[in-house]
């Protein structure tokens, strides 16, 4: 079954720090790119950074910029979203999702999915 696991979510204050993961059991994971989005009550998903399969990083977001960052461990099958200086707007229900050729912002550019880790930031 392939299937996105993520983890790491939970309560952080204002400013604060968060590192969320992905793991992708079942997946060829060095021949896939992956994405974080984050989603909120009635809004669309929103896609913000996006790691490919050579490394290169790209932020899709400015609200994001400097503060999140995105890597990948081939060898354990993992991607990490490291969040700093989180902000009450942070608070979403994160996801990861991954494709073999896309690096594109929009959720149905993305083939799989996890079922999403939720961050609250108190203020």
């Known amino acids: 079954q392939w299937e996105l696991v993520e983890s790491g979510g939970g309560l952080v204050q204002s400013g604060g720090s968060l590192t969320l993961s992905c793991t992708a059991p079942g997946f060829t994971f060095e021949d896939y790119n992956f994405a974080w989005f984050r989603q909120t009550p009635g809004k669309e998903r929103e896609g913000l950074l996006c790691?490919?399969?050579?490394?290169?990083?790209?932020t899709y977001v400015d609200a994001v910029k400097g503060r999140f960052t995105v890597s990948r461990d081939n060898a354990k099958s993992t991607v990490s979203l490291r969040m700093d200086n989180l902000k009450s707007e942070d608070t979403a229900i994160y996801y990861c999702a991954t494709s073999r050729f896309s690096c594109a912002p929009y959720a149905e550019s993305w083939g799989y999915w996890g079922r999403g880790t939720q961050v609250t930031v108190s203020s």
């Open positions: 790691i490919d399969k050579s490394g290169t990083t790209t």
